[in-house]
């Protein structure tokens, strides 16, 4: 499988974009006429910048308004066409890509168009080049790859071939599997891109707002599908035009960018395994069966303060690391570690960030086949030293630098408690506390699209639409990756002003991480009967929230007057399934645990309770760093 992107798809000057390709993995690139006009150096010096990368241009584009002008305006486009051709020859590059013309000079007529792209093909062939041709969603007499391909077949010649893209087919509602009747060998080339669903001018949507495949809401793979699916042989390339990429970074976007050309094929290839996808095997999307722990980096103070909270969640101390300041914490199915350790990446990242958390070990089937799709996906593996009579646990670098390691059940990594940890023989009360229903992941809005990839390509997952949801001082972007068992949620938030809540906290932890955990419990109002008895302080909800919801709902008044006396807010879907949540006061700068019940078939978390939630945090956090505005 070859690999390429178009230089448009990120930031930085030409230079800069080619070593972020090259790095990432990429075959080739698409030479967007700007970046090569913007360059300077000639076409020649261009041309040897990219081969010393290791890449290869695979696409000069694009050439505008050419098919079907009347004189004087069709001799002055073949004039052009000369001049683009030379610029290829000095590149090195041998495909071109014509898009339908959009100006209001252009005639109709398939015919006209086809006899336009004959004449070009000849001049191309004398020269060994080839012409792709391209149907753009608002051109203005060809708009439909359908009318492209009739266009391309007319022509009939052999240096004249289709170009297809998949933000132009779902622009205009064309349904994908109509590419499945068109001869693979004459698809010259495929441009991929994703995008949000949003009805606006289509020439604004493609310009601002395509994403990688993956990110958005277009069925991209099925798009892909009906190309493998003729037999293509060609590259497979990325064309995205984002504001958000353009001033993102390069190495950064082109490494999402990789990853989802590689995450999509082999959807492909898993979805139509009769289709030959040239693509190196790599286990599939790993299912995950839940959280196995959460590890907290920390100094001895700040450990007595958190493992203070985590006793009146009714967390008991149940074993002691067999070499290191590490202890294990337990409720339920749910286990916590606090390692103080002087030296290792715990400490490296309480270093960095204060007490934070430093590692999720998620239970999976298999731990070393995660790693080894994680390694395919261009994820980073991480390994540090380990003692004698400590297990070699697979893991990966995840959001913000920290860390992902994987538990399964067929190897010794299933007894990684009772091997690694000494047993410390104290009584857990029952709370109530079953397992970790959901981590919420705060980063900079930036990085929210990035992470998203990261999930949905590893983990067997889906995302949910963004919400955005209010803080007093602007709004934090919020997305759900979830599997459908429910084992497995992560809620990541993107914040882009440190006046809110989430934006606090990056800027006080410096960096992304982990900014709460939220436990499931099975009776929430026993859970929270027990947890006072244990002195545990709840986040204090204004008594006008529950006043609303009991005129909302419908609600029994002594049944709001035990939600409030726990300060326990309440959501319900239009199912009638029911959600409560019951939240920690704030750790450090921002940090906060939650306990969730579901009732009914409740699938959400809350969303609306989230600006009530956010208002009584930052009335905690008066009087520290927080700006008011």
Known sequence: MKTSIATVSISGDLREKLAAIAAAGFDGIEIFENDFLAFDGGPREVGRMVRDHGLEISLFQPFRDFEGLPEPHRSRAFDRAERKFDVMEELGTDLVLVCSNVSPAALGGIDRAAADLRELGERAARRNLRIGYEALAWGRHVNDHRDAWEIVRRADHANVGLIVDSFHTFARKIDPETIRSIPGDKIFFVQLADAPLIDM???????????????????????????????????????????????????????????????????????????????????????????????????????????????????????????????????????????????????????????????????????????????????????????????????????????????????????????????????????????????????????????????????????????????????????????????????????????????????????????????ASSDILRTAEALKSAGFTPLVISPNYFADIQARFGLEDAFVAQLQSANILYDRDEAGGEYFQLYSTLYGDGFFFEIVERRGGYNGYGAPNAQFRIAAQKRALRGKSIPAR
Not at 257 to 264: E, F, N
Not at 315 to 328: E, S, T
Not at 413 to 441: C, N, S
Not at 464 to 487: C, W, Y
Request: proline fraction near 5%.
């Open 201 to 519: 001018d289509l020439l604004y949507w493609s310009r601002h707002f395509r994403t990688m495949p993956g990110q958005g809401d277009l069925d991209v793979p099925a798009f892909a599908r009906a190309v493998a699916a003729t037999g293509y042989k060609g590259v497979w390339s990325l064309e995205i035009f984002n504001d958000q990429f353009r001033g993102g970074s390069p190495g950064t976007i082109a490494a999402d960018g990789h990853r989802s050309l590689v995450a999509l094929l082999d959807t492909v290839r898993r979805t139509e395994p009769e289709i030959a996808v040239d693509l190196d095997p790599m286990p599939a999307p790993i299912a995950v069966e839940g959280v196995e722990f959460i590890e907290f980096a920390a100094n001895e103070a700040e450990a007595a303060d958190l493992t203070s909270m985590l006793a009146s969640m009714g967390f008991a101390h149940a074993g002691q690391h067999i070499a290191k300041d590490v202890q294990l914490y337990r409720n339920g199915g749910v286990n916590i570690v606090v390692n103080t350790e002087r030296e290792g990446f715990a400490h490296s990242a309480y270093l960095m960030h204060g007490t934070c958390v430093c590692d999720i070990g998620l239970k999976v089937e298999d731990a070393r086949a995660t790693v080894e799709r994680a390694r395919a996906l261009g994820a980073e593996p991480f390994e540090q030293p380990v003692g004698p009579g400590e297990l070699k646990i697979p893991a990966i670098r995840g959001v913000g630098g920290g860390l992902m390691h994987f538990i399964d059940t067929k190897t010794e990594l299933g007894r990684v408690w009772e091997t690694e940890f000494t047993p410390v023989q104290t009584d857990a009360p029952d709370m109530g506390i079953t397992h970790i229903d959901h981590i919420g992941q705060t980063m900079n809005y930036e990085e929210l699209l990035t992470w998203l990839l990261f999930y949905t390509t590893l983990f067997d997952t889906q995302k949910t639409p963004m919400l955005d949801v209010v803080d007093p001082a602007g709004l934090v972007r919020s997305q759900v990756i979830e599997n459908k068992a429910g084992s497995i949620r992560f809620t990541l938030n993107g914040a882009d002003r440190s006046s809110t809540l989430a934006g606090h906290f990056i800027s006080e932890s410096f960096g992304s991480s982990v900014q709460h955990v939220a436990f």
